[in-house]
């Protein structure tokens, strides 16, 4: 499932987050599904003069190849702004950046999520399944209707579970983006 149809709203979406940037720290962005032709890239971080790492399983020109699961693995704590725009839905990405992050540092996660489309049919995915506690082979009808409620609640289970909070969030679907959501999270430690 490739995913180009919404270029508009997946900029406005990092410059949302870059606009409103309010943490002492300079910007340092993991792009971590930067594509070939790199449309993100251009439109929304290159003529910022931003610190920013471009990761691709394909490599390309100022991309640096790799799987970016390892590469977050080991970098977890050297970015306070994560881009995640997968085809899908990159869970295994983000639980891996969650479940390695050490730093109190703030910040910016945005993600391309596809799951809607995916449950569709009533099935829920893995993540679905664990933070709504429905059983995985259990047909659910009009499941996708409730994404906005399911979103929350996996973010909600996973920040507390990793000791984080969200501060601010924005979340961008209807209209012509087809079942797509693209969202983004200010997110923080938890020290309550
Ligand atoms: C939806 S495209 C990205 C589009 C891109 N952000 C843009 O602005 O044009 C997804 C890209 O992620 C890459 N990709 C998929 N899985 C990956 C992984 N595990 N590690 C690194 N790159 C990956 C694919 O090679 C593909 O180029």
Redesign the pocket.
């Known amino acids: 499932m490739?995913?180009?149809t919404n270029?508009t709203a997946?900029v406005e979406l990092r410059n949302y987050f870059l606009d409103n940037w309010d943490y002492e720290q300079p910007i340092r962005i993991m792009?971590?599904?930067?594509?070939?032709?790199?449309?993100?890239?251009k439109r929304a971080y290159k003529d910022k003069g931003l610190d920013v790492t471009s990761?691709?399983?394909?490599g390309g020109d100022g991309v640096i190849k790799?799987?970016?699961?390892a590469?977050i693995r080991d970098h977890a704590n050297d970015f306070n702004f994560f881009d995640f725009?997968?085809?899908g839905a990159p869970y295994e990405?983000v639980i891996t950046l969650f479940h390695n992050r050490t730093s109190n540092e703030p910040f910016v996660l945005v993600i391309?999520d596809g799951v809607a489309r995916y449950i569709g049919y009533g099935h829920p995915t893995k993540l679905v399944s664990y933070a709504c506690r429905v059983p995985l082979k259990m047909k659910v009808w009009g499941l996708s209707s409730f994404w906005n409620e399911i979103t929350q609640m996996i973010y909600t289970k996973i920040t507390k579970r990793y000791n984080f909070k969200i501060t601010k969030a924005k979340i961008i679907t209807g209209g012509n983006t087809g079942k797509m959501y693209y969202y983004g999270f200010c997110i923080e430690r938890d020290r309550s």
Do not use: M, W
């Open positions: 490739v995913d180009n270029l997946k792009e971590a599904f930067t594509g070939q032709s790199r449309k993100i890239y990761l691709d399983l394909k790799t799987d970016n699961r590469f725009d997968d085809y990405q391309t």
